[in-house]
């Protein structure tokens, strides 16, 4: 091959990957989803699974929380329907005041690509709040 169909080649693949890696980025589920648990006597509440695009943490914000605290949860799978299991560092985080946060959690790192959050009301009866998304674009508090 000739110098100039070396370069072409070069550029050709070069943009390729460029609007590969932006696709990427572009399609991490970092949009809002809404929840609302009410818990009596310490149940748990949990939400349905969605895609993990990322090995980020997971994005919680809290606008209501009654319990003085709430242990959340972010599970993952390898399906989306059934199959979850607990993959927040440290076990769980705990929240106990309105505001966005952030929760380590190894879901996508263990291969699975569906998560999920849960909470476990332990403190007793009340309602907690909010959006959650499986993956962040960080810069909030980190509560685990």
Same mark, same amino acid.
């Given at each position: ?28 589920? /970092?949009? =809002? #989803?809404?929840?609302?648990? *009410? ?8 939400? @349905?699974? $969605? /895609?993990? =695009? #990322?090995?980020?943490?997971? *994005? ?8 003085? @605290?709430? $242990? ?73």
């Amino acid at each position: 091959m000739n110098r100039q169909k070396v370069l072409k080649l070069f550029t050709v693949l070069s943009i390729f990957l460029c609007i590969l890696a932006v696709q990427n980025v572009a399609y991490a589920s /970092t949009e =809002d #989803t809404p929840f609302n648990f *009410y818990f009596y006597g310490g149940n748990t509440q949990g939400t @349905s699974g $969605r /895609t993990k =695009d #990322t090995n980020s943490m997971s *994005y919680i914000r809290i606008d209501r929380i009654d319990p003085s @605290s709430v $242990r959340f949860y972010i599970d993952g799978s390898y399906s989306l329907w059934s199959g979850y299991v607990n993959k927040t560092r440290n076990d769980h985080a705990t929240i106990s005041h309105t505001g966005h946060f952030n929760i380590h959690n190894y879901v996508y790192e263990a291969g699975m690509r569906y998560a999920r959050m849960t909470a476990w009301g332990y403190d007793g009866n009340g309602v907690v709040k909010g959006v959650w998304s499986p993956d962040s674009r960080g810069g909030f508090t980190e509560v685990n």
